[in-house]
């Protein structure tokens, strides 16, 4: 058999160079776990005056409360105006011109619709089964989805949101806690955790 290195001699020079203060300051700040060249950059004279900004006019020059200087164009950020006022809840069109739900709009219902483990332990069989149905509409950015038992075709939470306000209808996603419904559809209504029953 051939003579390896003893692994003992291998694991002392391993353990000097993670005890190491200069390499172990490298390998941490490389992210990596062995020692990393020393690297220094510098920047020639003439490429320093090449970063500032070249039109010095007081109007067009930003100064931020760190002292760095800005050109207007270099600061598009700053004058950045949204595209939207409100919460920004729109429909997009996909596929054969359907529309569905926006990324805010999608968001928004996601968190909407979150299901706390308990509630959701006391559901039976069949609202468990509607449950997954709108979350995998939801997921879809679908503004309707099927219902499994009836066949009819219900409003997602989406929908809801994207119209703004409770329509008093008594709908089964509500996401307005049925504020505008009459006090009789309220009455017959139940929230078992995930939707009204």
């Known amino acids: 058999m051939a003579n390896l290195p003893s692994s003992s001699g291998m694991f002392s020079r391993l353990l000097a160079n993670v005890f190491n203060t200069t390499v ?39 100064i931020t409360q760190q002292g760095v200087k800005l050109s207007k164009s270099n600061a598009a950020p700053v004058y950045y105006k949204p595209k939207s006022t409100g919460p920004g809840y729109e429909l ?37 089964t509607i449950h997954m149905a709108h979350t995998r509409a939801i997921n879809d950015r679908k503004l309707t989805y099927i219902d499994p038992k009836t066949g009819y075709s219900v409003f997602t939470i989406s ?21 505008n419904a009459s006090d009789e559809i309220r009455s017959q209504k139940v929230w078992n955790g995930a939707f009204y029953v």
Request: aromatic share 8%.
């Open 159 to 179: 929908h809801h949101l994207q119209k703004g306000k409770c329509c008093g209808n008594g709908c089964r996603h509500c996401a307005y806690e049925m504020i």
């Open 24 to 62: 172990a300051s490298r390998c941490s700040a490389s992210g990596r776990w062995w020692p990393q060249p020393d690297r220094r950059f510098t920047t020639k004279s003439d490429e320093k005056s090449s970063l500032e900004p070249k039109n010095t006019n007081e109007t067009d020059v930003i």
């Open 92 to 128: 997009v069109e996909h596929k054969k011109g359907e529309m569905i739900a926006n990324y805010t709009l999608f968001e928004a219902a996601i968190n909407k619709s979150k299901v706390p483990w308990v509630n959701y332990d006391g559901l039976t069989s069949e609202e468990r």
